[in-house]
């Protein structure tokens, strides 16, 4: 949430770019809660208690008894995919589709399997039986156009942050256009306003009706050519945009676009949030290896790193001591560090003030909290502001999650995404360069 009374969600949806903040809606769905869990043999609840190593070796007894046991397999498969294990994701997950034809959820996972490859035509005939037309058509399109995602120029390359807040900017080019202004989000694929859009001469292959409550739009689905970003290039990204005559935000200018995770996940990336700049990095073996020996010298732990939901990030945290449990990395949470549910919140002893309510994109109510520690392994921050409410992702996930850590939290940080071997890290300002 913005202080001033627009939150990010709303600020990127009125200036047409809510849906590549989340692009498969609902954008926030509200949590199911996180009950403790005991000791348990039984795997869906250790799957939904994000005990995911425990769940798998569960699923794969239920497989040993019974080799037709759909569910079994397609959790075998959302499993591996959470750690990018592909082709385990793509054996049990085809497994399981052979098994139970009528399974969506499942065919989505498949195709998010191909998607994170950029295998993207194999992925449009599931999209299209999932009942996601406007996607499948757009994966289509980009596949018809070329490599998705091909890279062009250095190896590695740093972007000045623009400004931090309300989220962090810096400046981009779109189809070889005059670069403008790009907000970075990890709740982000990538998106851009209409304007941007129609400037650069980016067509629409399919559109949907989609938004959140109160807040519905027609958004389009295409591809964007070229998208240049320091010294690096990137070409044939799949991009979606707001109908033009969508409402601003009054007294902002909003952005050229926004982008997060599925342009992240191509690259070693780190936010650098404490030295003011975005390094993207070719994923290869030997720049991996310079970073995690810097990471090494400067004392920096690796934590685990999940994907889930098809961008957004998930670790390990705690609050107030109460953990560590799963919880996702969603950095677009203008003015706010740490959002969690009024379960969570009570289970880990944070005080809610619910004499003063706020209202998130006008319609959920949620309240403010403080927590006295919010912790991602040995990055720790103090009473930074915070919302409890029903926002969490656990419905879209399947699992549950302590908490949704976000902007605030990480301003003295770099955190470092390593999607190769799903580490995530969290560099402190004296070692930021080590991220």
């Known amino acids: 949430m913005i202080p001033e009374g627009v939150d990010r969600r709303t600020f990127l949806q009125r200036s047409g770019m809510a849906i590549g903040a989340g692009a498969a809606l609902p954008l926030l769905t509200p949590g199911t809660g996180n009950a403790a869990p005991g000791p348990s043999s039984d795997p869906d609840a250790l799957f939904k208690a994000g005990r995911f190593d425990e769940a798998d070796r569960g699923y794969r007894r239920l497989l040993h008894k019974d080799p037709n046991n759909a569910r079994a397999a397609a959790q075998r498969g959302y499993i591996a995919l959470l750690s990018n294990r592909f082709g ?3 054996r049990f997950l085809t497994r399981a589709v052979h098994l139970d034809p009528g399974d969506s959820f499942t065919k989505e996972q ?7 490859q950029d295998r993207l035509a194999r992925a449009v005939p599931l999209l299209k039986d999932a009942g996601k037309d406007a996607y499948a058509k757009m994966y289509a399109a980009v596949a018809a156009a070329g490599t998705p995602y091909e890279i062009h120029g250095a190896q590695a390359t740093r972007i000045p942050f623009e400004a931090t807040d ?9 189809n070889g256009l005059k670069p403008g202004t790009f907000m970075l989000d990890t709740g982000a694929t990538m998106s851009v306003s209409a304007e941007t859009a129609e400037r650069a001469g980016i067509r629409a292959v399919a559109s949907m009706q989609a938004g959140i409550p109160g807040h519905r739009n027609t958004f389009y689905l295409g591809v964007m050519d070229s998208f240049r970003i320091g010294h690096i290039e990137i070409r044939n990204i799949p991009v979606l945009w707001a109908e033009a005559g969508a409402p601003k935000p009054p007294g902002k200018i909003p952005p050229d676009g926004v982008f997060g995770t599925t342009v992240f996940y191509h690259f070693l990336t780190t936010m650098g949030y404490a030295n003011q700049a975005l390094v993207l990095r070719r994923r290869t073996r030997e720049q991996l290896r310079r970073f995690q020996a810097r990471a090494r010298r400067a004392g920096v732990e690796p934590l685990p790193l999940w994907l889930a939901g098809d961008h957004f990030p998930c670790t390990l945290g705690s609050l107030n001591g109460y953990g560590p449990r799963v919880v996702s990395l969603d950095t677009g949470g203008s003015g706010l560090g740490v959002v969690t549910s009024e379960e969570n919140a009570k289970r880990a002893g944070v005080e809610i003030d619910y004499a003063h309510p706020e209202k998130f994109n006008g319609t959920i109510t949620c309240y403010p909290i403080h927590p006295e520690t ?5 990055a720790v921050g103090r009473r930074i502001r915070g919302t409890a409410g029903p926002l969490l992702f656990d419905d879209r996930f399947k699992f549950d999650t302590l908490a949704n850590f976000t902007h605030e939290f990480f301003k ?5 995404f390593d999607f190769a071997d799903m580490n995530f890290y969290v560099a402190p300002r004296d070692h930021a360069r080590a991220a």
Do not use: F, K, N
């Open 166 to 174: 309300p989220l962090p900017t810096l400046r981009a080019s779109v």
């Open 88 to 90: 385990t994701a793509e």
């Open 110 to 116: 498949l195709a998010d399997c191909h998607v994170r």
């Open 412 to 416: 003295p940080y770099a955190i470092t």
């Open 374 to 378: 919010s912790s991602l392994g040995a």
